[in-house]
């Protein structure tokens, strides 16, 4: 009798969710008919409104890009907390390899400057020469020019 | 291949959050919980626990398991506090601007109040078929009983639903 009731009731929300067929539904009315209290619940379902549009539909993804981005920066947050300190020491490495290769090279060369200015050489010179060893020096010129008048 | 995991499941919290918090709106209506702090816990849960995640059921009815079982605990800690009490209609709100009509709001306003006063499982079982969308064996999965027994939770929910809607006079 029991096991019959929640038959029955498990078929009326077939009935609510319009998956019976015609003759499935002529077949559940007669069987409502010993079970008067559950053929009122019957009724009183299918007069129920669809509840389906009750809440709108779902809103576009662009509208929770601010609930979206905080619950990814939660994981990433996580995720960091939970690296070794190796992979930490990775991270930060490549992340800021860059900036670090820039600074380093700044330094050398601040130190390369001083001592180049410390004990001057004439390498500059040199290396003009290598490349263009025709190219006359307006300078040189100059000097000669005041060579020959000191011996004159 | 748990990093793989990882990275999808990073990949669809775009997709599965709107639809989500449409579910649990429904879900917490009249509440004083946040649907988007509970969000965002859930997924975070989900993640540190992603390990257990064994892809018979979908993430989506993973992740809803999850939200419900952040809430239900959070109506004991608030039971704790003070006792559920009714929620005034005016607390349910419609941002939709779909009812216009002053009478049709009024019975939107009344029905959700009706689905909020159910108690709390055939309440999830009605918003996850009826508002959500989802199968009788989805419903199964995330409430852990048969279901059989879903649809007869099913029944109980609806005609408890009718007798609130009759007091309203609806």
């Given at each position: 009798?029991e096991?019959?009731?929640l038959?029955?009731?498990?078929?009326?929300?077939?009935?609510?969710?319009?998956a019976?067929?015609?003759?499935?539904?002529?077949?559940?009315?007669?069987?409502?008919?010993?079970?008067?209290?559950l053929?009122?619940?019957?009724?009183?379902?299918m007069?129920?409104?669809?509840?389906?549009?009750?809440?709108?539909?779902?809103?576009?993804?662009?509208n929770?890009?601010n609930q979206?981005?905080?619950?990814?920066?939660?994981?990433?947050q996580?995720?960091?907390q939970?690296?070794?300190?190796?992979?930490v020491?990775?991270?930060?490495?490549?992340k800021y390899?860059?900036?670090?290769?820039?600074?380093?090279l700044?330094?050398?060369?601040v130190f390369?400057?001083?001592s180049?200015s410390?004990?001057?050489t004439?390498?500059?010179?040199?290396i003009?020469?290598?490349?263009?060893?025709?190219?006359?020096?307006?300078?040189?010129?100059?000097?000669?020019?005041?060579e020959?008048?000191?011996?004159? | 291949?748990?990093?793989?995991?990882?990275?999808?499941?990073?990949?669809?919290?775009?997709?599965?959050?709107?639809r989500?918090?449409?579910?649990?709106?429904a879900?917490?209506?009249?509440s004083?919980l946040?649907?988007?702090?509970i969000?965002?816990?859930?997924?975070?849960?989900?993640?540190?626990?992603?390990?257990?995640?064994?892809?018979?059921s979908?993430?989506?009815?993973?992740?809803y398991?999850?939200a419900?079982?952040?809430c239900?605990?959070?109506?004991?800690?608030?039971k704790?506090?003070?006792g559920?009490?009714?929620?005034p209609?005016e607390?349910h709100?419609?941002e939709s601007?779909?009812f216009?009509?002053?009478?049709?709001?009024?019975d939107?306003?009344?029905?959700?109040?009706?689905?909020?006063?159910?108690?709390e499982?055939?309440?999830?079982?009605?918003?996850?078929?009826?508002v959500?969308?989802?199968?009788?064996?989805?419903?199964?999965?995330?409430t852990?009983?048969?279901e059989?027994?879903v649809?007869?939770?099913?029944?109980?929910?609806?005609?408890?639903l009718?007798?609130?809607m009759?007091?309203?006079?609806?």
């Amino acid at each position: 009798m029991e096991l019959k009731r929640l038959q029955l009731e498990r078929k009326i929300i077939d009935a609510a969710d319009g998956a019976l067929t015609s003759e499935e539904m002529r077949q559940l009315k007669a069987e409502l008919q010993d079970y008067p209290d559950l053929l009122s619940d019957f009724h009183d379902i299918m007069k129920q409104p669809d509840l389906s549009a009750l809440y709108g539909s779902a809103d576009e993804k662009s509208n929770f890009k601010n609930q979206i981005s905080n619950i990814q920066h939660a994981i990433n947050q996580y995720e960091f907390q939970n690296k070794s300190f190796e992979e930490v020491s990775l991270i930060w490495f490549r992340k800021y390899a860059i900036a670090a290769s820039i600074a380093v090279l700044a330094v050398t060369s601040v130190f390369r400057i001083e001592s180049v200015s410390e004990h001057q050489t004439d390498s500059e010179y040199l290396i003009s020469e290598i490349f263009y060893p025709n190219l006359e020096s307006e300078a040189d010129d100059y000097m000669i020019y005041l060579e020959e008048l000191s011996t004159q | 291949m748990d990093k793989d995991i990882r990275k999808k499941f990073q990949q669809e919290i775009p997709n599965l959050y709107p639809r989500l918090h449409r579910a649990l709106s429904a879900y917490l209506s009249g509440s004083a919980l946040d649907p988007e702090d509970i969000l965002q816990e859930a997924f975070l849960k989900a993640y540190k626990n992603i390990g257990r995640f064994q892809g018979n059921s979908t993430l989506y009815t993973w992740l809803y398991s999850i939200a419900r079982n952040i809430c239900i605990d959070e109506f004991r800690k608030q039971k704790k506090e003070s006792g559920r009490s009714s929620v005034p209609v005016e607390e349910h709100r419609i941002e939709s601007d779909e009812f216009k009509h002053r009478d049709e709001r009024d019975d939107i306003l009344e029905l959700r109040k009706a689905i909020s006063e159910l108690p709390e499982l055939l309440r999830t079982i009605v918003i996850m078929k009826s508002v959500d969308g989802l199968s009788y064996p989805e419903i199964a999965e995330v409430t852990g009983i048969n279901e059989q027994t879903v649809k007869n939770r099913m029944f109980r929910a609806r005609k408890e639903l009718a007798q609130l809607m009759k007091n309203y006079s609806m």
